[in-house]
Nanobody
Framework: QVQLVESGGGLVQPGGSLRLSCVAS????????MGWYRQAPGKQRVLVAT???????NYADFVKGRFTISRDSANNTVYLQMNSLKSEDTAVYYCYAYGSRWDSWGQGTQVTVSS
């Protein structure tokens, strides 16, 4: 099994920044990619950004130009730098990782954007 542990969430004012981190541990076999999803109250979980083992990235339109995903492959860690945060970015952010025959989710970290 692969365990994912997120950190870095919290309360921030509109226009502020946060950096989320997610570390994968356990029986990691052929980690193909990692990413972030989010779920706002009363809404479905949606993709925010992903990054492959080769470094290719994909972003949801609503975060393009504001969020940046990166990874430290040597330490099986993925980051999400979030800038220019808006109130609508408030959600629980979940880390996601996948390989050839497995995937795993983290427990989630709360991000609240409010003045």
């Amino acid at each position: 099994q692969v365990q994912l542990v997120e950190s870095g969430g919290g309360l921030v004012q509109p226009g502020g920044s946060l950096r989320l981190s997610c570390v994968a541990s356990g029986r990691i076999f052929r980690l193909y990619g990692m990413g972030w999803y989010r779920q706002a109250p009363g809404k479905q979980r949606v993709l925010v950004a992903t990054i492959t083992s080769g470094g290719s990235t994909n972003y949801a339109d609503f975060v393009k130009g504001r969020f940046t995903i990166s990874r430290d492959s040597a330490n099986n860690t993925v980051y999400l730098q979030m800038n220019s945060l808006k109130s609508e970015d408030t959600a629980v952010y979940y880390c996601y990782a996948y390989g050839s025959r497995w995937d795993s989710w983290g427990q989630g970290t709360q991000v609240t954007v409010s003045s």
